[in-house]
């Protein structure tokens, strides 16, 4: 199948207001992935709802790694055949707006979800993570439209570094509003799901009213429905593949660099009350630091990466995810080698905020490099399908990752296994050293004016 002629002009940095909308759905939606997956409710789920049973909550952490990875595997089966949909009926915008009510209705749910009610719980993550992750995909698919390749990791940047700051003011409420995640505290902390639901519903409103739908609906062949174009325009998009390899290659490198980022996210706050012990106080200094430090990490290798590549800057923050999760790992022993040595009285706590602010740096700043490589690699025709691959890979990450997480962990402990992210980070790189990004580029920009690549 050849390239469709391409009759738009180049193209132009959208409005400010656009822009800024298109941000806020980042900022929006950070209340849920923060407050419902990394801060608050996974800790009460693992800790509280299931519960130690004896086993140092290992099989809480896995019943926790299971919905998470049910979750995404929905994401991988559902994602490309609803970007194809969204490509060829201009419907970003309509299905983007579905996914966020559902998140939200979901989220406010889980008010409901008492100690012992464990399936409930269950459940909900599931549904309210699926259509959290399609969102994620289906508001990436608006990046190619906002502005030439040259702005991309500028705007991709941007939109994290708002993310965090909207993190920052959802949990931070949070944390010193309701309290901690225990049972003593839980007629108080059950209301983090209706907040989390509440501060997504109103504050992704600007996303609705200021990003514009610019593809153009065509009309169904006669005797065709969307699913049966969705499905045929999924199996071409992935023979059309071959002639977009550095895109390919890279989703290879984002299968296993996601896979380490996203147990880190679901498990990193478990990780911080299971194996370092910390109190209440430090786990919300944590959450600032680490909330503080994504934004710089995102907001400023969005900058650099424009000046020196991203493929180059996203292998940067590949090696910074390396350092950090060593650090995590040797923290325990780190500190009782510095008291030793020194003669000092540290906590592992404490050292684990130094380890926090790497752990951030190298949040926010690969995945702005990564959804800003795709946005690169992407035709503008072709958006929501690539990015719908782009979830796809994310989401595959998240089923292999924290699956594999939570089965290790049950065999040898949490401190131990969170090397797997090591190992999956020093892979990425590897794989990413074939990414060759101006012919990716080319590629994309042939694709967009009628030429085969």
């Known amino acids: 199948m050849q390239p469709m002629p391409a009759n738009d002009p180049p193209r132009q940095r959208a409005p400010r207001r656009e822009i800024l909308g298109w941000a806020m759905f980042d900022f929006a939606?950070?209340?849920?992935?923060?407050?419902?997956?990394?801060?608050?409710?996974?800790?009460?789920f693992t800790t509280v709802i299931v519960g130690d049973r004896g086993d140092d909550y290992r099989f809480a952490n896995l019943l926790w790694s299971l919905a998470l990875a049910l979750s995404y595997l929905l994401v991988v089966v559902?994602?490309?055949?609803?970007?194809?949909?969204?490509?060829?009926?201009?419907?970003?915008?309509?299905f983007l707006f579905v996914s966020y009510l559902v998140t939200v209705a979901a989220t406010a749910l889980l008010y409901w979800v008492a100690p012992g009610q464990v399936w409930l719980g269950f459940a909900l993550i599931v549904i309210s993570n699926t259509a959290?992750?399609?969102?994620?995909?289906?508001?990436?698919?608006?990046?190619?439209?906002?502005?030439?390749?040259?702005?991309?990791?500028?705007?991709?940047?941007?939109?994290?570094?708002?993310?965090?700051?909207?993190?920052?003011?959802?949990?931070?409420?949070?944390?010193?509003?309701?309290?901690?995640?225990?049972?003593e505290n839980f007629e108080r902390i059950r209301w983090v799901g209706p907040f989390a639901a509440g501060f997504f519903l109103i504050t992704a409103i600007p996303t609705f009213l200021w990003l514009k739908e610019r593809g153009r609906a065509r009309a169904l062949p006669s005797g065709q429905g969307y699913a049966a174009i969705a499905?045929?325009?999924?199996?071409?998009?992935?023979?059309?593949?071959?002639?977009?390899?550095?895109?390919?290659?890279?989703?290879?490198?984002?299968?296993?660099?996601?896979?380490?980022?996203?147990?880190?996210?679901?498990?990193?706050?478990?990780?911080?009350?299971?194996?370092?012990?910390?109190?209440?106080?430090?786990?919300?200094?944590?959450?600032v630091i680490v909330q503080i430090t994504a934004a710089a990490g995102a907001l400023g290798f969005g900058f650099i990466q424009d000046r020196i590549g991203a493929k180059v800057t996203y292998l940067g923050t590949l090696g910074l995810w390396v350092a950090a999760i060593l650090a995590i790992w040797a923290t325990p022993e780190l500190t009782a080698?510095?008291?030793?040595?020194?003669?000092?009285?540290?906590?592992?706590?404490?050292?684990?905020?130094?380890?926090?602010?790497?752990?951030?740096?190298?949040?926010?700043?690969?995945?702005?490099?990564?959804?800003?490589?795709?946005?690169?690699?992407?035709?503008?025709?072709?958006?929501?399908?690539?990015?719908?691959?782009?979830?796809?890979?994310?989401?595959?990450?998240?089923?292999?990752?924290?699956?594999?997480?939570?089965?290790?962990?049950?065999?040898v402990g949490l401190q131990a296994s969170i090397l797997l992210c090591a190992a999956l980070f020093v892979v990425a790189i590897l794989v990413c050293l074939f990414v060759n990004q101006p012919r990716g580029q080319r590629a994309a920009e042939a694709w967009h004016n009628g030429r085969a690549p």
Request: glycine share 12%.
């Open 29 to 44: 939606n950070q209340a849920y992935t923060l407050l419902i997956i990394t801060v608050v409710f996974g800790e009460l």
């Open 78 to 94: 559902s994602g490309p055949v609803c970007g194809a949909i969204m490509d060829f009926a201009a419907a970003k915008k309509r």
């Open 132 to 183: 959290y992750s399609l969102g994620e995909s289906f508001i990436a698919a608006f990046l190619p439209d906002l502005g030439p390749p040259r702005d991309l990791g500028k705007i991709s940047g941007f939109g994290w570094a708002l993310g965090y700051v909207g993190g920052l003011f959802a949990a931070g409420f949070t944390l010193v509003v309701l309290g901690e995640a225990t049972a």
């Open 231 to 287: 499905r045929a325009r999924v199996a071409t998009t992935l023979h059309e593949l071959r002639r977009f390899r550095d895109l390919a290659t890279f989703l290879v490198s984002l299968l296993f660099s996601m896979a380490g980022v996203y147990i880190v996210i679901a498990f990193a706050f478990i990780y911080g009350a299971q194996v370092i012990g910390w109190d209440a106080e430090i786990r919300n200094l944590m959450f």
């Open 337 to 411: 080698w510095l008291n030793a040595r020194l003669g000092l009285d540290w906590q592992a706590q404490h050292l684990f905020l130094v380890v926090g602010c790497l752990a951030g740096l190298s949040l926010g700043s690969s995945q702005s490099a990564s959804r800003a490589l795709v946005g690169l690699f992407s035709p503008t025709t072709k958006a929501a399908e690539f990015f719908g691959f782009w979830g796809l890979a994310n989401k595959l990450a998240g089923v292999f990752g924290i699956i594999a997480l939570g089965l290790l962990q049950s065999l």
